[in-house]
């Protein structure tokens, strides 16, 4: 979605976020953005992975994102 004419990563992130606000959110993208992380993960992002990334990168990342729901009872 944020690779689409006029909506920009962070419009994307706050879209989610705001269906999904229980969901911890992994960023995957070519581009990391240049902000603090405290920015996006105010908007439940657990982590950026960026392309182009192993299997055990997602993998990871996932395992994490488990961890944080398990944490907030969800």
């Keep these: 979605p944020g690779d689409r004419p006029g909506t920009s990563w962070m419009d994307t ?13 992994i960023v995957v993208s070519g ?4 902000m603090p992380f405290k920015t996006l ?15 055990r990168d997602l993998l990871r990342e996932v395992a994490i994102a488990l961890k944080v729901m398990t944490r907030s009872g969800q």
């Excluded at 993960?41 to 299997?55: A, D, H, M, T």
């Design 13 to 25: 992130i706050e879209a989610l976020s705001f269906h999904f606000k229980k969901t911890p959110l």
């Design 41 to 55: 993960e105010e908007r439940g992002v657990v982590s950026i992975l960026p392309k182009p990334f192993e299997r």
């Design 31 to 34: 581009y990391v953005p240049d």
